[in-house]
């Protein structure tokens, strides 16, 4: 069974700039988040998707951050424009949860390394 | 809001030595679940073992195994017969499932654990 899959790896880019991040979850996992890790830290939540749909993006700075998950499969988080404190890892992590009261077990990604100059 | 605490930001061993990571959290919700994650050096993130809040017995999975105080609110992870491949990060996290589905999770700032040859 595949991964998590993130694209690109690494990303260098200057404030101001805007990028994007690609995730391509677990083949079948309805539910999606978005984590932030910043350097020396734990990851934090900015965004889950229920199939399309977003149950939670409190944590999410949406004046810069945007996120979509298409067709519930893939989805992008974007950051537009970027500011020096979003240099971090993002981190993609899929679950299976279906119509269940039981958190189920989240695989991550390998992240993407943002530096922003 | 949830928080996690690990007061531990490294700890070094021998190899074959045990070594026990703790961690603290916080909340007023009765069902919720625990979880250690361990992260690699530049490796994703994969779950090392998981514990439901309504359980009593302590979870195990093979050399690790934890310490569930739930009064106490604590949540250490023992590493026994450690072995090289250990070396990581590795966080503490929780997930509430009081509202039923899933939800994001609430790291700690993670412990770098070293195991020495």
């Known amino acids: 069974e595949a991964g998590v899959a993130q694209s690109p790896r690494y990303k260098i880019i200057e404030k101001r700039q805007s990028v994007a991040f690609w995730c391509n979850p677990i083949s079948g996992h309805a539910t999606l988040y978005w984590y932030q890790q910043i350097l020396g830290q734990g990851p934090k939540l900015l965004i889950q998707f229920q199939n399309n749909g977003v149950v939670d993006d409190s944590q999410l700075p949406k004046d810069r951050f945007s996120a979509e998950r298409l067709k519930g499969v893939d989805s992008t988080l974007k950051i537009q424009p970027a500011k020096l404190e979003d240099s971090a890892v993002y981190l993609c992590?899929?679950?299976?949860?279906?119509?269940?009261?039981?958190?189920?077990?989240?695989?991550f990604g390998p992240g993407t390394r943002l530096l922003v100059l | 809001a949830q928080t996690v605490t690990q007061s531990q930001p490294e700890m070094s061993v021998q190899e074959a030595e045990t070594v026990t990571l703790s961690c603290t959290y916080d909340t007023s919700e009765s069902n919720y679940y625990l979880f250690w994650y361990k992260q690699p050096p530049s490796r994703q993130m994969i779950l090392v073992i998981r514990q439901e809040a309504y359980k009593q017995q302590n979870a195990t999975e093979n050399r690790f195994s934890v310490n569930f105080q739930k009064a106490a609110k604590s949540f250490s992870l023992k590493i026994s017969d450690s072995q090289l491949g250990d070396t990581a990060m590795y966080f503490c996290?929780?997930?509430?499932?009081?509202?039923?589905?899933?939800?994001?999770?609430?790291f700690g700032k993670g412990t770098h654990l070293i195991i020495q040859p």
């Open positions: 996290a929780y997930e509430d499932s009081s509202g039923g589905g899933a939800d994001g999770l609430t």
């Open positions: 992590a899929s679950s299976l949860n279906g119509p269940t009261f039981f958190p189920e077990t989240q695989y």
